[in-house]
């Protein structure tokens, strides 16, 4: 059982930046990809960037792209987001999450895909 806490959330003025953090625990971390998701009030989840086990792939949702970025420490168990040039848009909870994964350089964006989930962090964004 891996257990996923994410931390570094706030209040954050447009233009903006933040670096969320997720800590792992109770698995080998570096067997798992990791991925970052959103969720607004009353929209779904939505996947915003993920990475594969070794850190060698990414991959960002569009409406992210160029603003944040994902990256991962598998020596502190831990995966980041940094996230630049935030937007009011970009105002939701955000969840990090793990997927096994037999290929080192294998990716996912299914939310459908990850076995385990954070409690979400929260990211505002005022105007």
């Known amino acids: 059982q891996v257990q996923l806490v994410e931390s570094g959330g706030g209040l954050v003025q447009a233009g903006g930046s933040l670096r969320l953090s997720c800590a792992a625990s109770g698995g080998t971390f570096s067997t798992y990809a990791m991925g970052w998701f959103r969720q607004a009030p009353g929209n779904e989840r939505e996947f915003v960037a993920a990475?594969?086990?070794?850190?060698?792939?990414?991959r960002s949702a569009d409406s992210v792209k160029g603003r944040f970025t994902i990256s991962r420490d598998n020596a502190k168990n831990t995966v980041y987001l940094e996230m630049n040039s935030l937007k009011p848009e970009d105002t939701a909870v955000y969840y990090c999450?793990?997927?096994?994964?037999?290929?080192?350089?294998?990716?996912?964006?299914?939310?459908?895909?990850?076995?385990?989930w954070g409690q979400g962090t929260q990211v505002t964004v005022s105007s």
């Open positions: 999450a793990a997927a096994k994964m037999i290929a080192a350089q294998t990716i996912t964006i299914m939310t459908a895909r990850y076995d385990y």
């Open positions: 990475i594969s086990r070794s850190g060698g792939s990414t």
